[in-house]
Each structure stands twice: as structure tokens, then as C-alpha cells.
């Protein structure tokens, strides 16, 4: 059973950037295809980003253009990088995995603690 840890959320202006980090352990990190989702208050849980095992990407359209997924295999570990923030993306960023790429980006893999992000001045 894999652990995910996140890391790096915060409070930021509009406009702002941050870096989120998923370490991944317990299994073979490179095996497997990751996410980034994301919870606002009162709303459903929603896809952000993912990569699958061999570099497959995925965004949100709400996202493309200003956030960015990347994975290093050799620190077991995916970023978020997060560029020109808005108000509305605040909320709670959980990082996801499984080894089937399908399964990330229905919600199916397994899921981090959650890292809290909020966009306000």
C-alpha cells in the first residue's frame, strides 16, 4: 500500500505562485501515474493534473496554461507548479496514485492528507 505526502500549500495574492510536492512510498514510484485534485468548500472534489508512468498528461481547463505537472522519478515525487493564482483556486489540493492512468483521473487511486491552498489578498 503506497503513502503520498503533501507539501507546500499556503497563503498567496492573486497572482502569486506555489509549488506543491507528492512524495510517494511504500511502492515503485515510477510505476505508477499520479494527480493533483482539489476541494473547494462546498464543492466536489476535482481533477487538477495528471501524468501517467510514461509522461501522459492531463489538466483541467481551468487550469491549463497556469499550472504545470511534472514528476521526478529519482525523488519518488510530483510537483504542481502553480502560476498566476486566482481567488477560485483555493482549496484543499490532495495528490493521487495508482498504477493505472484511467484510475487517477476518475478518482479511484489511492489519496495524500491533503495540503491547503488559499489565494487571497
Known amino acids: 500500500q503506497v503513502q503520498l505526502v503533501e507539501s507546500g500549500g499556503g497563503l498567496v495574492q492573486p497572482g502569486g505562485s506555489l509549488r506543491l510536492s507528492c512524495v510517494l512510498s511504500g511502492s515503485i514510484f515510477s510505476a505508477y501515474a499520479m494527480g493533483w485534485y482539489r476541494q473547494a468548500p462546498g464543492k466536489q472534489r476535482e481533477l487538477v493534473a495528471a501524468i501517467g508512468s510514461g509522461g501522459t498528461l492531463s489538466y483541467a481547463d481551468s487550469v491549463k496554461g497556469r499550472f504545470t505537472i511534472s514528476r521526478d522519478n529519482a525523488k519518488n515525487t510530483v510537483y504542481l507548479q502553480m502560476n498566476s493564482l486566482k481567488p477560485d483556486d483555493t482549496a484543499v489540493y490532495y495528490c493521487?496514485?495508482?498504477?493505472?492512468?484511467?484510475?487517477?483521473?476518475?478518482?479511484?487511486?489511492?489519496w495524500g492528507q491533503g495540503t491547503q491552498v488559499t489565494v487571497s489578498s
Open positions: 493521487s496514485a495508482d498504477l493505472l492512468f484511467v484510475r487517477v483521473v476518475t478518482g479511484k487511486g489511492s
